[in-house]
């Protein structure tokens, strides 16, 4: 027998942080030692859909990801839950009129349309898909700060990914993680030529996970405690307002020295975690060497918990930007995706050693043309079939 099937879908976007969030001081609650900023990226290139389902006739809560039934088991999606169907329940104690959701069983069915767990930030996506699509279910009226909150306990990165923009994560003081929690720096109008070109050096699973690498640094590295205390407030403050100023100079060259200091405590803990490998530092050298022969910040690296790199630059420099990316890696997937590409020559500027270029060919897989973004949005495109299973 089959009842009604309630359901809400919704699309969320991936944010790579421009200052990293690296250290927790709360593992349960994922409440970290620093605040961090990020760009949310554009979801016509990179996107979580989920579809949250309820029914009173639906045995367990279940989760699907990309086809494959997954476990709801863990500590993070439990935390994420329960305070959702917390929030649910209060607003049926005060509306009896309301069906009693919060008393079903969930069913979850998730895409992401790109590899997950390959340090291009799915465990973003994936969880701001999931805390959105199940409070549109749930009809909450939380504000997207508040459900930022619930975000965080799935993956500390994700409470970004409920905003478009860039975005930054207040670390807050209190124990019980109320105050920590996503803001919005400026929207994706506000600053919306900001450009993002990733390159995809490895698709595969990391092996040491973010939450494993990030709790290493902490117990051991004696670096860690001065990034976290004294460098990172000096630096959020500077990143925000080179943000709100578009002041592209200052927000590349902080986000680069803040890429290469997360990889240096990475370095600094014991055993040492290493996420680069030598291609990431061939891109890193020939990106220092590309501003310089052009006596500004024409393209900034960061690179995550992974090998990739992404490149932040602006729409004006595209064309200076992607000639000396097709100089280097003409034949990758990715260029396609775009048309306005075909008209870009590849340019090697004077100064850049061809064997660079050419060493780089090697490492690189995939190019992701991309730039900043809008946060999640509701979407009517659906993943649930008529029986609550994946369609
Ligand atoms: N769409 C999704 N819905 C729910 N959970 C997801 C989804 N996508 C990813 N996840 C969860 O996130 C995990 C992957 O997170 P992980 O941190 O290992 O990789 P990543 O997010 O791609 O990389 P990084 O955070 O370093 O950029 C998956 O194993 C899954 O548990
Ligand atoms: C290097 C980073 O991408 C680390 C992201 O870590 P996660 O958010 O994936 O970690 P957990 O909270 O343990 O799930 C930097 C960042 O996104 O700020």
Redesign the pocket.
């Known amino acids: 027998m089959t009842g009604k099937i309630y359901s809400a879908s919704t699309t969320a976007p991936v944010?790579?942080?421009t200052?990293?969030?690296?250290g927790?001081r709360d593992?349960k609650l994922?409440l970290?030692t620093n605040s961090?900023i990020?760009v949310t990226l554009s979801q016509d290139d990179l996107r979580t859909l989920t579809t949250a389902s309820a029914a009173d006739f639906f045995q367990s809560d279940k989760l699907w990801l990309d086809g494959k039934e997954e476990s709801l088991e863990g500590p993070?999606l439990v935390a994420c839950l329960s305070e959702l169907r917390a929030l649910r329940k209060a607003l049926e104690d005060a509306n009896p009129e309301f069906p009693p959701l919060s008393k079903y069983h969930l069913h979850i069915i998730s895409e992401n349309n790109f590899p997950t767990a390959a340090?291009l930030?799915s465990?973003?996506a994936g969880?701001a898909a999931l805390v959105r699509a199940i409070a549109n279910l749930y009809d909450l009226h939380q504000s997207p700060e508040d459900l930022s909150r619930i975000a965080?306990q799935?993956?500390?990165?994700?409470c970004?990914s409920m905003f478009g923009g860039y975005v930054a994560?207040e670390m807050g003081q209190e124990a019980d993680g109320s105050d920590s929690r996503a803001v919005q720096i400026a929207t994706q109008e506000a600053w919306p030529d900001m450009k993002a070109a990733i390159l995809v050096i490895s698709a595969s699973k990391k092996e040491t996970?973010?939450?494993l690498?990030?709790q290493t640094t902490v117990n051991t590295s004696t670096l860690f405690k001065y990034r976290a205390e004294v460098v990172v407030p000096q630096r959020f403050k500077e990143m925000s307002k080179a943000i709100v100023n578009k002041d592209f100079e200052t927000f590349g060259k902080l986000t680069m020295i803040d890429s290469n200091q997360?990889h240096a405590v990475c370095l600094d803990s014991s055993p040492p975690v290493f996420?680069m490998n030598d291609t990431s530092r061939l891109v890193i050298g020939l990106i220092e060497k590309f501003n310089k022969i052009h006596d500004r910040v024409v393209a900034a690296y960061t690179?995550?918990?992974g090998p990739n790199a992404v490149l932040y630059y602006l729409e004006r420099d595209e064309p200076i930007v992607l000639g000396l990316l097709k100089a280097a890696v003409p034949e990758v997937d990715g260029w396609d995706k775009k048309s306005y590409t075909a008209s870009i020559a590849p340019t090697v500027p004077e100064g850049v050693d061809k064997r660079i270029l050419e060493a780089l060919r090697e490492g690189v897989s995939k190019i992701i043309l991309t730039g900043v973004g809008s946060g999640p949005q509701s979407t009517e495109e659906t993943l649930v079939d008529s029986n609550g299973l994946p369609k």
């Not at 200052?19 to 690296?22: E, F, M, V």
């Open positions: 944010n790579i942080a200052l990293k969030y690296w927790k593992t994922n970290p961090s990020s993070r340090g930030a465990s973003a969880f965080r799935g993956s500390g990165s994700a970004r994560w996970s973010s939450t690498g990030m997360f996420y690179f995550d918990a």
